[in-house]
């Protein structure tokens, strides 16, 4: 699982994230939603690694960064919001290079994400550039790589941006798989309607810190309306106080 206990961090020591805490259990999709500069990005640098802490603890399964580097981002896989891939490698080339970063024998990576090309329609591809790719392809790309390294925790960064409703449905029934093998999920979306399905739990950033967190029905409870949708209770928390 991963937890999150009183972080506070940005860039250049201007706090962005202000005694943040969450978790994420095993088994769990949580859903990270907030504003455009709510912290939602910074809280996923910060876990990943690309950002060190001012203050506060991130650890996965009781392992930090600081503890051992390598061992703990083996335990993450990152979709991105912008799919990030070499010009320069084909499709194949880019798995058989991840295999290459995870300590993951070759021929059993490609075996790993046979199933995954087929999901998304691009077993057939495997020789292409990225110059060919759409962009939906190439965040489908992004999709099966962090499949590939079959990490502990999935961590989504709008993952349905450049998806089309075909690859939006594959994606979730994905989760729901993962979820049910007692792999953490943490999802930052803008895509609040398909959030309220897919996640069990919700932290609503606002301004650098929680402003709320919880089920959606926890989270009506807070809201004062039993029957609220959570593009409803999120509209009202992050408006201006």
Known sequence: MLKIENLTGGYSRLPVLKDVSFSVKSGEVLGLIGLNGAGKS???????????????????????????????RKKIGFIPETPVLYDELTLKEHFETMAMAYDIETSAALKRVQPYLELFRL?????WFPAYFSKGMKQKVMIICAFLVDPELFIFDEPFLGLDPLAIADLSDLLADEKAKGKSILMSTHVLDSAEKMCDRFVILHKGEVRASGSLSE???????????????????????
Not at 42 to 71: H, K, R, V, W, Y
Not at 219 to 241: H, W
């Open 123 to 127: 077993d057939d591809k495997l020789d």
């Open 219 to 241: 989270l009506r409870r807070q809201f004062g309306d039993e029957t609220a949708s959570l593009n409803a209770i999120y509209m009202a928390l992050t408006k201006e106080v």
């Open 42 to 72: 910074t809280t996923i640098n910060e876990i990943i690694g690309l950002l060190t802490p001012f203050q506060g603890t991130i650890s996965i399964d009781g392992m930090t960064l600081e503890q051992n580097q390598s061992a703990y």
